[in-house]
């Protein structure tokens, strides 16, 4: 299963000079926890997270007490700046992923670099996504009857064009298990790499067979 099939499509996104109120209120209407920031061509440039707000709210009186400081005593460290837009508070060394990377990648990456979600960018440098550990975690929620459903109507039928009765399938836990005969290997391989990016299913087990290995017959002239 791969990134693209399950992140977020049309993420909801900031430039670096909304101001932080605003994008204070996009992240509560929209209820999500983090907002890809984006320059005038739709290139990744941030993000800025809860944290980045935290951060700034534990700070905000800190000013002032300097400067009270250094009035009274004429050693207090300068004031601090008091951020008014995204770009000022937002963090620019982004971790992101492709759209094609493999799910397991994207948990490990978010384990290993300890963060809730990962601007999916594509080799155009355009934010085509975000997936978040909600995203990993759903995805492995879908009800087996639905997931059975999916191979029979979706792969079986509408993509390979075959009768569903062809192939016997079972789910139990997200793990699909295969089994009949097709005509040729490449049918069998296409339909268990296609099962295999269902969005839920953990694994597939296949016991399907088939009549021609078209490997050998490919390109074997004449004997």
Do not use: C, W
Request: aromatic share 2%.
């Amino acid at each position: 299963m791969k990134v693209r099939d399950i992140m977020s499509t049309d993420p909801i996104s900031v430039r670096g000079d909304t101001l932080l109120k605003e994008a204070a209120r996009i992240m509560v209407r929209h209820k999500v926890s983090g907002l890809p920031v984006i320059d005038e061509r739709g290139h990744l440039i941030g993000i800025v997270t809860e944290d980045d707000f935290l951060r700034r709210e534990a700070s905000r009186d800190l000013p002032n007490r300097l400067s009270l400081l250094d009035a009274l005593f004429g050693d207090g460290e300068p004031a601090m700046p008091v951020a008014e837009t995204v770009a000022e508070v937002m963090t620019t060394r982004v971790v992101t992923i492709g759209p094609e990377a493999e799910i397991g990648e994207a948990a490990r990456l978010m384990a290993s670099r300890n963060v809730k979600r990962l601007p999916v960018v594509g080799g155009d440098g355009l934010v085509h996504g975000i997936i978040s550990r909600a995203d990993i975690v759903n995805a492995f929620t879908k009800p087996d009857d639905v997931i059975e459903d999916e191979v029979r109507e979706d792969i079986i039928r509408r993509l390979l064009f075959l009768d569903p009765e062809t192939v016997a399938v079972t789910v139990a836990d997200g793990v699909v298990h295969l089994s009949g005969e097709l005509e040729n290997r490449s049918e069998v391989h296409l339909l268990e790499e296609l099962t295999r990016r269902i969005a839920g299913v953990v694994k597939v087990d296949s016991e399907v067979t088939y009549q021609i290995d078209d490997r050998k017959t490919e390109g074997s002239g004449p004997l």
